[in-house]
């Protein structure tokens, strides 16, 4: 039993939408029927994607040559 994804409460499919004041899951296709407007609901999707993808790249500067005269 992994907490990972969200099921419509509906038709057990996975769901994509959730009620901004609750906990009720729907996937996309009951939300459209349940709700005209989609605007009432949340974007899971949204809640999952806050982990930020960092990249750095760093130069590395090597002066490693001496000239001595
Ligand atoms: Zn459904």
Redesign the pocket.
């Known amino acids: 039993m992994g907490g990972m994804g969200k099921k419509?409460i509906?038709?057990?499919?996975e769901?994509q939408y959730c009620i901004k004041d609750s906990t009720t899951y729907?996937?996309v296709?009951?939300?459209r029927e349940t709700f005209s407007d989609l605007d009432l609901l949340v974007k899971v999707t949204d809640m999952a994607q806050k982990v930020k993808a960092q990249i750095e790249s760093r130069d590395v500067d090597l002066s490693f040559n001496q000239d001595n005269s």
């Open positions: 419509c509906i038709c057990d499919a769901a729907y996937c296709e009951c939300a």
